[in-house]
């Protein structure tokens, strides 16, 4: 054999080798059962409802977290002084209706009067007593008329002054009007409901995680500062990731939503599972012309699967997706 004819023979293997190979990735990238795509992700933004500079900030960008779990926090001196403020006009309020509402002397002051009282009680009953002997006695010519008006003059005295004691003990049991205790009541009201909007706003100072999920991104700092509804940072629960693909209108009716596809990608240890979510009613690419048989597989619709299982895939990583074999042989 000569050596052209070598030549020409490895040069003819060579190319079936290189003819073979091409068939073979062609034919896996075009698999008509085999169906490009991503992973995409939808979203949270967390963002504070007031503006104001960050004062501390308790997550990273890749961190998992929790519901509830503080996320940032922002400035909050003039909402806790407000907060205070509102709290002392409560405790106002209530201490004037509490005021009206009370007697108006004290129990102490209360039980010196019915002391007082007593005492009193008991000075007119010795007035009474030397008034009925001063009577007696006038009455048969024994006892002068004027120690008949003395006794009764003293009589008069000692039970005015039981009356007078009586009506302070009385005063004193009075509480202030209907009207001005409803209107106290009115503003106690008025001075929680600002307590409350205080409180709402101070809390409003720290974003909690709403959801589970991964914190993706982080848009500012310990120390800057923030707009309302401005997003601070990215938060990705883990049932919003997406297996994103897209197949061809022949193939559209393969497809349905709720229906499992099988997913795999570079360095996924076994092929994933994925239930359709989502069906474009809308192709992504319609050509300018009368649509023909040949002219249709230019059209692609874009459909999205929920991974199973608790996959986390990450975000942009491409895919590719196909129906499990006993659906692609039925």
């Known amino acids: 054999m000569t050596r052209t004819r070598v030549v020409v023979l490895v040069a003819v293997l060579v190319l079936a080798v290189a003819g073979a190979a091409f068939w073979l990735y062609g034919r896996e990238r075009h698999d008509p059962d085999r169906f490009q795509g991503y992973v995409e992700g939808y979203l949270m933004f967390m963002a504070p409802e007031d503006g104001g500079r960050i004062d501390r ?42 005021n009206l509402e009370a007697a108006l002397q004290r129990p102490e002051e209360i039980a010196v009067l019915r002391a007082q009282e007593e005492r009193a009680k008991a000075q007119l009953d010795l007035s009474q007593a030397e008034l009925d002997r001063q009577q007696t006695l006038f009455n048969r010519g024994i006892a002068a008329k004027a120690q008949f008006d003395q006794a009764k003059s003293a009589f008069e005295r000692d039970r005015a002054a039981l009356q007078e004691v ?24 008025a001075a929680g409901a600002t307590l409350h909007q205080a409180e709402t706003r101070l809390a409003k100072r720290q974003v909690n995680a709403s959801v589970d999920g991964q914190v993706q991104d982080v848009y500012f ?8 509804s401005q997003p601070v940072l990215a938060l990705l629960p883990p049932e919003n990731r997406r297996i994103r693909f897209y197949v061809p209108e022949p193939r559209l009716n393969a497809f349905a939503l709720g229906r499992i596809v099988a997913v795999t990608c570079d360095g996924c240890q076994a092929p994933l599972k994925a239930k359709i979510v989502f069906m474009s009613g809308q192709a992504e ?12 597989g230019k059209l692609v619709f874009r459909i999205e699967a929920q991974p199973l299982g608790g996959a986390t ?9 196909s129906l499990p074999e006993p659906e692609l042989s039925s």
């Open 57 to 98: 900030l308790t997550v990273e960008t890749g961190d998992q977290v929790k519901v509830g779990q503080l996320l940032f926090a922002l400035d909050a001196s003039m909402q806790i002084a407000q907060r205070n403020e509102a709290d002392a006009r409560l405790q106002q309020a209530k201490a004037q209706l509490a």
């Open 166 to 189: 009586q009506r302070q003990i009385q005063a004193g049991q009075i509480a202030g009007r209907a009207a001005e205790i409803r209107a106290a009541e009115a503003a106690v009201e």
């Open 221 to 228: 700092r310990t120390g800057e500062t923030v707009n309302a």
């Open 285 to 296: 690419y319609t050509p300018p012309v009368i649509f023909s048989e040949q002219e249709r």
């Open 313 to 321: 895939l990450p975000i942009g990583l491409p895919v590719s997706v």
